[in-house]
């Protein structure tokens, strides 16, 4: 659709600017003028200029906290968008069936974040949770709580369980959007159900693709509540991710220097990603095909 | 074919066991619960519920919860509805960076605002209030809400609004008479998905607030470390904090999908 031009469309948007900039930008303010002062007391601060970014970013802790939080994001794309897509082409597409689908793949969403953590807290227990005791008859040693690989595949697990819906759901919707006649016209040309997925649905799917990566990605980077209640972290660090290391470091230590330094750090490898992602999918997009 | 309802069917067996788990639990005795594994409650009981329901520490946490979800529901779709409209109809001068400026709204950690946040609302006297927790989740609703309503407006012809204003309507009657009505699936999605964020985010709402206002999520939280853990009374608040997600999400089941795909279908 081709939008007019017209600058006084932006009276409009003056109550969202303002209600998200007094949430932001006023925030955002106070995490910079922290991040370059130390703070002793109300009255008594000193500008240090860029000691505490270097501080921040040679913390042992932090870098590895960095690195978990990469492979767990990676994983979890690795696993929920092909599993997302695979679960949107088994849905029925019409009917009392695909709307009873929705709803029951909708519902891990709808649940509080941290109450996702006490599910699986109760779940993953090998003596009264079905999960942890149906491992443990298979003859697995599983503790989550002591186990560090098990702490990581009862975190992953979890989310999978909790965020693959969004990504079925998103394609679902995008797979609904294709008109009946690209299909018919694929099968009188005799195409494979290969074929049809690679070169008709896939390429539909794009948009919704990029939502759910972007999504997955940025919600998977910030994740706290989960982990916190499950495993707490532990054992030792093993699971601990970037917003508990900076929740620890701001509310734990209240060493508000090193943690709005590193609150403005993880904001900006987020905003990197997220564009990075952008932009690589919408050159695939374009590709060589017409 | 098989091989595809097979997949499905294990998926969602897989979303419904730990499910099941919390409500059998739910139903149990804590002696039940720690004394044997068993697949249905031997020793069914109410009683968990019973603590929830008289003791006002605990459900007051659902009406505080209640309280700032319906109020961020408010307040974030009046004002990204003008703006979406804004959005979908016209460009004007920093449209697109004010569009991606407020995604980047959406995409920071809500970890990053701890702090500032919890000084900001106690230095204008709005620590532990429900409009505090209302206000702070509109950082992620409004963006949200505006992406997802520009989605939905921009499927209307322009000629409906064309038609109307020559026909005379003013710019405010067209907007509430004609257009509201044209798009309301997409505002029932998105109040949805202001309910849905807000009613699931822990992190801020538990910042923001320390006695009056407290969430429910939160409750949750202080009463795992006390005292042992009580089994059956976690599991039973578990199992209520889902039943609102469930209820609603039963009125927006045809548009969800479309929702989830922020109207860009």
Redesign the interface.
Known sequence: MKKIENNRAWFLVVPVFVLVAFSAIVPLMTVVNYSVQDIFDADTRVFVGSEWYREILRDDGLQQALLRQFVFSFAILLIEIPLGIAIALAMPRRGARASLTLVVLALPLLIPWNVVGTIWQIFGRADIGLGGVLVTRLGIDYNYAANPIDAWATVLVMDVWHWTSLVALLCFSGLRAIPDAYFQAARIDGASNWAVFRFVQLPKLKNVLLISVLLRFMDSFMIYSEPFVLTGGGPGNSTTFLSQSLARLAVGQFDLGPAAAFSLIYFLIILLFCWLFFTTMMQLGRGPRP | MKA??L??IG??V?????????LN?SFKTNEE??GA?T?FPQDFTLDNYRVILTDASWYMGYVNSMIYVTLNTL?SL???L??A?????????G?KH?FFW?L??????????????F??YSSIGLFDTHIAVA??H??FN??LS?WILEGFM?GV??EIDETAFLDGYSFPRFFLTIFIPLIRSGIGVTAFFCF?FS?????LAR?LTSVDAKP??AV??RT?SASGMD?GV??AA?TL??L???L???FV??H???G???G??
Request: include cysteine.
């Open positions: 595809r309802n997949l499905l998926y969602v897989f979303l419904m066991l730990p499910l099941y788990w919390l639990m619960i720690l594994f697949l307040i009046t004002v990204a003008p703006a409209y804004a959005f979908s109809r016209y460009t004007f001068v449209d004010l407020l980047t709204n959406r995409m920071a950690p809500p970890a990053v605002f701890l702090l500032p946040f000084q900001l206000l702070a509109c950082l409004v963006p505006v921009a012809p322009k849905m009613w699931v985010e822990l992190l910042t429910i999520a949750m939280t795992v089994w976690l599991a578990g904090t889902i609102p997600g469930a609603v999400i039963w089941r045809n969800i999908a479309k989830f795909a922020l860009r279908v």
